[in-house]
């Protein structure tokens, strides 16, 4: 059972270290403004997510057994520093992606300002241009009256 949640951890890491690679990109795409690219790589998240959270659970109850088949003063811990080495590896994983997604999140809000920002300037330039519109052209300040 012991390899069994080795095995898991590695996995769990594997899946950790292809979503750092995933952050990554996406960071480089909202950095170059390539933002057709964006759903790609968002869709990508979807199954690695899953799967990190079954591999989550599968961990958790392979420590539940494992620690429940032990007595005294094993009982204590029963995971060794087989395990403890890619489980730490996954921390310095996690803390990373945490910092990529962040910044990616604050690059993905100021692409959001700038684009209501543009589409504001856009709507009031169109809204100008259809009142000079209507004040020169009868019919169209009829239309709008009735």
């Given at each position: 059972m012991k390899k069994e949640l080795i095995?898991?951890?590695?996995?769990?890491?594997?899946?950790?270290?292809?979503?750092?690679?995933?952050?990554?990109?996406?960071?480089?795409?909202?950095?170059?403004?390539?933002?057709?690219?964006?759903?790609?790589?968002?869709?990508?998240?979807?199954?690695?997510?899953?799967?990190?959270?079954?591999?989550?659970?599968?961990?958790?109850?392979?420590?539940?057994?494992?620690?429940?088949?032990?007595?005294?003063?094993?009982?204590?811990?029963p995971i060794d520093a087989e395990?403890?080495?890619?489980?730490?590896?996954?921390?310095?994983?996690?803390?990373?992606?945490r910092g990529l997604t962040m910044t990616n999140k604050e690059l993905l809000a100021g692409a959001k300002e700038f684009t209501d920002f543009s589409i504001g300037i856009i709507c009031q330039l169109a809204s100008e241009q259809i009142q000079k519109e209507a004040g020169s052209n009868p019919a169209i300040m009829l239309d709008r009256r009735v």
């Open positions: 095995s898991t951890a590695h996995m769990r890491l594997e899946h950790y270290d292809k979503l750092v690679k995933l952050a990554e990109e996406q960071r480089a795409i909202l950095v170059g403004g390539n933002h057709a690219e964006l759903a790609q790589n968002l869709v990508q998240f979807d199954p690695l997510l899953l799967q990190l959270k079954q591999l989550n659970e599968r961990e958790r109850t392979l420590y539940e057994h494992l620690h429940k088949g032990q007595a005294g003063a094993e009982a204590a811990d395990h403890r080495a890619p489980a730490d590896h996954m921390a310095g994983k996690a803390l990373e992606l």
